[in-house]
């Protein structure tokens, strides 16, 4: 409960034109910018997807032909 008071005491009220800000991410007048925004995400974590997918099919086949050691090398001169 301390936590709540101390915030309630020491807070500062937002400006007008914050309050503006903070209401139209809350709640956009135009959703067309919002839908484009989400689609793009959705996108790019698909690709993150595939590219996940990829590196773990990788990973499987080397434990199964015991390359391991060779995977671990090469990903990290690749990561680096």
């Known amino acids: 409960m301390p936590t709540i008071l101390a915030f309630f005491l020491h807070h500062e009220p937002l400006t007008e034109e914050e ?11 135009d959703t067309s910018e919002g839908y ?3 689609l793009m995400e959705d996108l790019q974590l698909r690709r993150d997807m ?16 015991s390359t391991w050691p060779d995977f671990v090398r090469n990903a990290r001169t690749t990561l680096s």
């Open 19 to 29: 309050a503006y800000t903070w209401s139209l991410k809350v709640e956009p007048r």
């Open 36 to 38: 484009k925004q989400l």
């Open 50 to 65: 595939e590219q996940l997918q990829v590196r773990n099919s990788d990973l499987e086949v080397c434990r199964r032909d």
